[in-house]
């Protein structure tokens, strides 16, 4: 999930536990939040999308009653959890280099290089940043998915957090949930935008092929903000915000607008050529090889003590070559 919401995950520190019993008093505060995601809220244990699919099967409840995912709550019911696990298969520690923006007691701020992935799955049961991260803090085990609160995709490079601690993870989930963490990237775009916008489209697994997403309006609610930073002849450098964070959110937007980015596998198609460009702009967009995205910006409070942290990160390389490929071709045709 480019930048898809992970509000938790499952349990990393009991991977033989069967079952789970939870019961939650839903607060004020979170009077009028639909039912599947309070239970986000308050259970951040689990991911979101085991939750909806315990309140699809009755085994989360309102005070022993059936809802409907989409049910608003009023403030003050009880949530019932009472459901089976089936066992997991622990993820083991591995002597992966992880580069550490920022580390305290409460959280770690990581800066993930492209075609790592983030955790272990069908096709990479190890060789993940998780693992990574269990070998730099074995401590993290007892934190859902090793603290990472949310992810990025295998081939997009940037910054992570990492909750070091259960009341931290809790806070910053909450947080995130709230949109009060901020999370800026930086993208190099097919086509010439005329000007910055917000896409404010639902997202949702593609209705043939499932391993696409695509704006759908079945999908989960999604809104992303762009604005442009430099423009060249056929491409453009643009910064991009997050109000959400569903899977590939930022690739499936922007080629909703058919603007898609540069060398993205899935959503971006053949490379897009200027008239004439020069060989070196031609061998950079031919041989560039993933998603021209960067996770650059994060700002937030700190979950503990609330005091404001901001982290930039910088340009990998294979990103400033193309940008720097793009500046050379545009000055050579004002030339």
């Known amino acids: 999930m480019d930048e898809s919401f992970a509000a938790a995950g499952d349990p990393a520190d009991d991977p033989g536990a069967t079952a789970v019993a939870r019961r939650v008093v839903v607060p004020a505060e979170l009077a009028g939040r639909r039912f599947d995601q309070a239970a986000a809220a308050l259970i951040p244990e689990f991911s979101r999308s085991r939750l909806k699919a315990w309140i699809d099967a009755g085994d989360l409840t309102i005070a022993g009653s059936r809802a409907d995912p989409k049910h608003k709550l009023r403030g003050g019911e009880e949530l019932v959890l ?18 550490v923006v920022y580390r305290d007691d409460a959280l770690l701020i990581v800066d993930k290089p492209a075609g790592l992935v983030v955790h272990p799955g069908a096709g990479n049961p190890a ?15 007892a934190v859902p998915r090793a603290g990472l609160i949310h992810r990025l995709d295998k081939d997009t490079s940037g910054l992570l957090i990492v909750a070091r601690t259960l009341p931290a993870h809790a806070e910053l989930v909450a947080r995130l949930e709230r949109r009060e963490i901020h999370r800026h990237y930086r993208a190099v775009c097919q086509g010439v935008l005329t000007g910055g916008g917000v896409v404010d489209a639902p997202i949702g697994r593609h209705p043939r ?62 490379p897009l050529l200027p008239p ?48 720097e490929a793009l500046r050379a071709d545009a000055a050579e045709r004002r030339a």
């Open 209 to 270: 092929d499932r391993l696409r997403m695509a704006v759908t309006q079945s999908g989960k609610p999604a809104r992303t903000r762009y604005r442009v930073l430099e423009r060249f002849r056929a491409h453009t450098y643009v910064d991009v915000e997050l109000d959400s964070g569903r899977t590939h959110q930022i690739r499936v937007h922007m080629a909703s607008l058919r603007f898609p980015l540069v060398g993205d596998p899935l959503y971006g198609g053949r």
């Open 127 to 141: 060789g993940t940043l998780q693992n990574a991260l269990l070998n730099l803090d074995p401590q993290l085990a």
């Open 82 to 99: 009472e459901a089976e696990l089936e066992p997991a298969v622990p993820v083991r520690p591995e002597a992966i280099p992880v580069d």
């Open 276 to 323: 004439k460009p020069a060989d070196r702009l031609r061998e950079r967009l031919q041989g560039f090889r993933r998603q021209a995205l960067h996770a650059a910006r994060l700002e937030l409070r700190h979950p503990l003590t609330d005091e404001p942290l901001a982290f930039d990160s910088p340009l990998p390389a294979d990103l400033e070559g193309l940008l």
